[in-house]
């Protein structure tokens, strides 16, 4: 057991981001050591560049900010990392020179589809397309097929996609929510969660017949399951109460071992090492994603800080670990790094779109490729088109058909406001931008003095109902990124048959507990739900930036200010500071007066 310190220090790394698959030749900083003092590993803080804001382009000018932060210290037993020579330098490995095949889901455009990237190529090719999401690939040991989860027959089902000849076959086929699979490694049986009863359990099918050999535990959640090579264990994340850890599940005797045991971190998507010796894992802290790794095969153990990073796959041949870093909604950067020590400059790969799950084969695509997959894309598609940033244009406040205060908004967005509606409607199954607590609030409206430059004066945002919140129709979920504090909206779908929108899997945020009496919960601006709430929901949030509206993250005092939060407001920029947006209005000497609305 780890135990994680409350408060840790200011510092960040900056990562240097790539435009295209090319080998890196420059050598890096060294690494940082771990040096054991009194059992706790030390590490310097680092600030180099910027902290972003990546949800405001306009605040940052950091572009290849994929991610910034100091690790924070954890209590440690294990072995240090060995301390490398004075004056030695680390050159991050070149992916280009690595073998196999390198699978991954992609979101862009609005919709989850699954990429194949052949190592020691410079282009992806895309596996899946079509108006539905893929996601959760799992590359059969022997290379031939990817099992995967995805939406295309209405609800969330396991696919099977044989990459010899392109075919795809179901292989779960119900109401209930099936997604995450992954192979035994005689490739015989499949592996994955299913949401059933309001809670996940894993499920084992053989792949023959697709019968089912076991399905549980009871008494937990349990999701992101990860097949040993050495076969007879499966880790996965698992909860027991408001929080995730990592465990064990040993297939001989059933019995369950939590391997992490953390109670006020979450550890989520384990990967077992190509030797089954070792699992790694991810968490986040401090507002950034860390991987670790820890012994696969056994007790407690302490972790090691592989570095910064989410969804963690091992390279076939266990040196190497790759993983994602999303700096926002929209963009992510594919990490790659030694698996066995620290480096402040992994070999970082921009992608055009939000990554997730990996996975790494060590079989090699046939050349000549197979005949139905498509040609390599240089450039992936990307996300709704917006203005050109940053271009002031001549607008107007124009009446839409909603239910707010002054329902109008600035005709710059008007358009892309009602594709975000519509969009919410058919996937919720409900009109949920039908009633806004704000739309457009004009200069003459009195607002509270620290709102003064509120985005919603430039007709450019909305502020969604937070009366939802009480009906059970929303929940708000933190998500922190470094100094920031943003929040994830999740909308509970009209239908409950699992044919829209997905479970939960992170605690919602309670507000109202600020009042509660409970000191803690008023220092800490309210406190997280004691269970994940039941059913099904989409990710409003992921689709309002999709079209344009990005979050805005709550001010510095947000736990005594309550309308500091900003949680319910999104706003679509263009590029555009506050003052050339209001400008596409009015006129500079309208609003840029000591007084900018009217006293009482």
Request: hydrophobic share 35%; aromatic share 10%.
């Amino acid at each position: 057991m780890h135990t994680p310190r409350k408060s840790f220090p200011c510092g960040a790394v900056a990562l240097v981001a790539l435009a295209v698959l090319a080998a890196c030749t420059t050598p890096a900083a060294p690494p940082r050591t771990a040096t054991p003092t009194d059992r706790t590993v030390s590490r310097t803080p680092t600030c180099s560049g910027i902290l972003c804001t990546p949800e405001l382009p306009e605040t940052c000018d950091c572009e290849a900010c994929a991610g910034t932060g100091t690790p924070p210290p954890r209590s440690t037993n294990a072995t240090p990392t060995p301390t490398p020579k004075p004056g030695a330098q680390y050159t991050p490995p070149s992916l280009l020179a690595q073998q196999g095949m390198l699978v991954m889901t992609l979101r862009s455009g609005g919709r989850s589809h699954l990429w194949l990237w052949p190592l020691g190529f410079s282009d992806p090719i895309r596996l899946t397309d079509g108006d539905f999401d893929d996601r959760d690939a799992e590359v059969r040991p022997d290379g031939g097929a990817v099992a995967f989860s995805s939406r295309r027959g209405g609800s969330w089902d396991i696919q099977i996609l044989d990459l010899t000849t392109g075919e795809i076959q179901p292989f779960t086929e119900s109401a209930e929510f099936d997604s995450y699979p992954s192979w035994s490694p005689d490739s015989r049986q499949l592996v994955y969660e299913r949401y059933t009863n309001g809670h996940f359990r894993l499920s084992i099918r053989r792949v023959e017949d697709k019968m089912l050999m076991w399905s549980g535990p009871e008494g937990m959640d349990a999701f992101e399951p990860d097949w040993s090579p050495l076969a007879r264990s499966i880790a996965f994340s698992g909860r027991t109460s408001g929080r995730t850890d990592i465990y064990l599940l040993n297939l001989d005797t059933q019995q369950i071992a939590n391997l992490t045991n953390t109670p006020d971190l979450d550890e989520r998507f384990p990967s077992f090492s190509p030797d089954g010796q070792l699992i790694a894992y991810s968490v986040k802290e401090n507002g950034y994603s860390w991987i670790y790794r820890i012994p696969g095969g056994g007790p407690a153990a302490a972790p090691a800080l592989v570095g910064q990073g989410d969804h963690p796959e091992w390279s076939p041949d266990g040196q190497w670990l790759a993983g994602t870093s999303q700096p926002n909604l929209l963009q992510s950067y594919l990490l790659f790094a030694p698996s066995a020590r620290q480096v402040l400059s992994p070999t970082v790969l921009k992608l055009t779109g939000r990554a997730d799950k990996l996975s790494w084969s060590s079989v090699a695509l046939p050349d000549p490729r197979p005949e139905w997959m498509p040609e390599p894309s240089a450039v992936l598609s990307a996300s709704t088109p917006a203005q050109p940033a940053g271009t002031p244009l001549s607008a107007e406040l124009v009446p839409i058909d909603v239910n707010a205060p002054d329902p109008r908004l600035s005709s710059s967005v008007v358009e892309r406001f009602a594709a975000l509606r519509a969009e919410v409607k058919t996937l919720a199954g409900w009109d949920f931008l039908a009633t806004l607590d704000s739309a457009a609030i004009d200069i003459d409206t009195p607002m509270p003095p620290k709102e003064m430059l509120s985005w919603l004066r430039t007709g450019r945002a909305f502020a969604v109902s937070r009366g939802a919140i009480v009906k059970g129709w929303l929940v708000v979920i933190p998500d922190p990124y470094g100094p920031s504090a943003y929040w994830r909206l999740f909308i509970r779908t009209a239908l409950q048959d699992g044919s829209q929108g997905e479970p939960l899997r992170a605690l919602p945020w309670d507000f109202d507990a600020r009042s509660s009496g409970t000191p803690s919960a008023k220092d800490d601006g309210g406190r997280t739900y004691s269970q994940i709430p039941t059913g099904f929901f989409i990710d409003f949030s992921q689709l309002a930036a999709e079209f344009g509206f990005q979050r805005i993250p709550s001010d510095p005092e947000w736990k005594t200010y309550y309308f500091g939060i900003h949680y319910w407001e999104y706003v679509c920029t263009d590029g555009l500071d506050w003052f050339t947006a209001m400008e596409e209005l009015y006129t500079p000497h309208s609003f840029l007066t000591p007084t900018p609305s009217k006293t009482p």
